[in-house]
């Protein structure tokens, strides 16, 4: 069947070879969260974004060529014009090490936002969504304990490294972190990885995007932001036995964490201070 495109699709696929690559790819967060950052960070006059907010180029579509990928930023004449960034984002390359590897492939020279929530609520989060659409009838509580029994992703680094490594899509094992930065930190340069906790964004987003400046080498502006994005939302409360299970659970992933980023990060405050 021949279905009608268009006339800007088929004006960026036509010019596919004149556009430029991204130059700062956003990684990880909440859901959405790494292509709102993304767009904030746009606001600023010498960033430009994707057309598409999130073209899971690399982890849905890694059999596409490289300049369907490439049909979705801007025209090359306009970044060289003004010296800018392109930006592309994604909530789901981190915790697949073949789209970090392929990622590698394409995008040699880039600078990489890493965004880490707290595990646990990370891993209700993802829970939710997929109950809302009907992608899962069992309870949260037993989709944990399953996947923790199965011990798939064991507390130790190296796994990522392996040629035909598994991807952690799992709720709880796309909290392990530290086994993906790993990875990332092999494919990269340290210098050109900038790793984030998400509660500073939820704490004040202008600072957060101002180090992201930083990062990229440009000067501050001032982010205009809605109300809503100001205030936090706590989540629903989790059974307080489930909730014990991952924080245990998570310990050795964040110790990991903890020496391959060198930073700690927000849900660790509790059980450093119980440790103390």
């Not at 088929?10 to 709102?36: C, I, K, M, N, Q």
């Not at 057309?51 to 849905?60: A, C, D, I, L, N």
């Not at 394409?106 to 659409?133: G, N, Y």
Request: charged content about 25%; aromatic content about 8%.
């Amino acid at each position: 069947m021949f279905v009608l495109r268009p006339l800007s699709d088929l004006w960026r696929h036509s010019t596919r070879y004149f556009r430029h690559l991204p130059t700062t790819v956003v990684l990880g967060g909440h859901a959405d969260e790494a292509s709102r950052l993304a767009a904030y960070l746009a606001s600023h006059p010498r960033c430009f974004r994707a057309t598409r907010r999130e073209s899971k180029y690399f982890s849905h579509h890694a059999a596409r060529s490289v300049g369907w990928y490439r049909a979705s930023f801007p025209l090359s004449m306009r970044v060289t014009r003004k010296q800018a960034h392109v930006l592309d984002a994604s909530n789901s390359y981190l915790a697949i090490p073949s789209a970090l590897r392929q990622m590698r492939q394409v995008l040699t020279k880039i600078r990489i936002v890493v965004l880490l929530s707290d595990p646990v609520a990370r891993a209700q989060d993802h829970f939710r969504r997929r109950q809302i659409v009907g992608a899962e009838r069992r309870s949260f509580a037993e989709c944990v304990a399953d996947e923790i029994r199965s011990n798939a992703h064991p507390a130790q680094l190296g796994q990522a490294l392996e040629p035909k490594a598994a991807p952690m899509l799992g709720y709880v094992s796309q909290g392990y972190y530290a086994l993906q930065l790993e990875l990332l930190q092999k494919l990269y340069p340290r210098n050109k990885i900038l790793v984030m906790d998400r509660a500073s964004l939820r704490a004040n987003m202008n600072a957060a995007c101002d180090r992201v400046f930083n990062f990229m080498g440009l000067e501050s502006i001032e982010i205009g932001l809605p109300a809503d994005e100001r205030v936090d939302v706590s989540h629903e409360s989790i059974d307080p036995r489930v909730l014990t299970l991952l924080r245990e659970h998570y310990r050795p992933y964040d110790q990991l964490l903890s020496e391959v980023s060198d930073q700690q990060f927000s849900w660790m405050a509790p059980r450093l201070a119980e440790a103390a």
